[in-house]
């Protein structure tokens, strides 16, 4: 099985913060990648794919990048709306996820 | 809008049996394959399985398989997972998702809301 590994677990940071989270796989995975945003009693919503394509509607403070078993999300200019827990997820072979990354208020 | 609302969600004993429905809306079913997610407090998001826009193609992860059966009406426009033989272990907020498609591997784009399965020992 391929292991995916977020870091941090968790960060603070205020609004307007750049953040960037790390994701890396256990074995390659090319740029099968996505990256998920989930609040609280909420399901996980899509925010990237193929480790760098915005999905339609999702603000373009967004960005993914990385290729190969390294990959970062970051958020350019931190919303209140984007406190909420994010995860990685491989679909090269079948599908895992990170443990995910909490970014909270500082 | 699409809409993929989960229900059947139950507190069930271990060895029990229990059919989560997924209804779809805004979109046509049929056109999609199709996956369940489950999601709890000490493995976090896991998948569970997949199944083909006609239902003839099914996957499974190895920690249900032979156990839950995944199954669609595409009429009714209707997914289904039959979970039998429970263990405590599958103790978790169920979701279904959609698919993106596409050529290649793909992911999720859009999940429903979730039905919780409790399993008491």
């Known amino acids: 099985d391929i292991q995916m590994t977020q870091s941090p677990s968790t960060l603070s940071a205020s609004v307007g913060d750049r953040v960037t989270i790390t994701c890396r796989a256990s074995?390659?995975?090319?740029?099968?990648l996505a990256w998920y945003q989930q609040k609280p009693g909420k399901a996980p919503k899509l925010l990237i794919y193929?480790?760098?394509t915005l999905q339609s509607g999702v603000p373009s403070r967004f960005s993914g990048s990385g290729s190969g078993t390294e990959f970062t999300l970051t958020i350019s200019s931190l919303q209140p709306d984007d406190f909420a827990t994010y995860y990685c997820q491989q679909y090269n072979t079948y599908w895992t996820f990170g443990q995910g990354t909490k970014v909270e208020i500082k | 809008e699409v809409q993929l609302v989960a229900s059947g969600g139950d507190l069930v004993q271990v060895g029990g049996s229990l059919r989560l429905s997924c209804a779809a809306s805004g979109f046509s079913l049929s056109s999609y394959w199709m996956h369940w997610v489950r999601q709890d407090v000490e493995k976090g998001l896991v998948w569970v399985s997949r199944i083909s826009s006609d239902g003839g193609n099914t996957v499974y992860a190895d920690s249900v398989r032979g156990r839950f059966t995944v199954s669609r009406d595409n009429a009714k426009n209707t997914l289904y997972l039959q979970m039998n033989n429970l263990r405590v272990e599958d103790t978790a907020v169920y979701y279904c998702?959609?698919?993106?498609?596409?050529?290649?591997?793909?992911?999720?784009?859009?999940w429903g809301q979730g039905a919780l399965v409790t399993v008491s020992s």
């Open positions: 193929k480790a760098s």
């Open positions: 074995q390659s995975i090319s740029n099968w």
């Open positions: 998702a959609r698919d993106l498609g596409g050529l290649g591997p793909t992911t999720f784009d859009f």
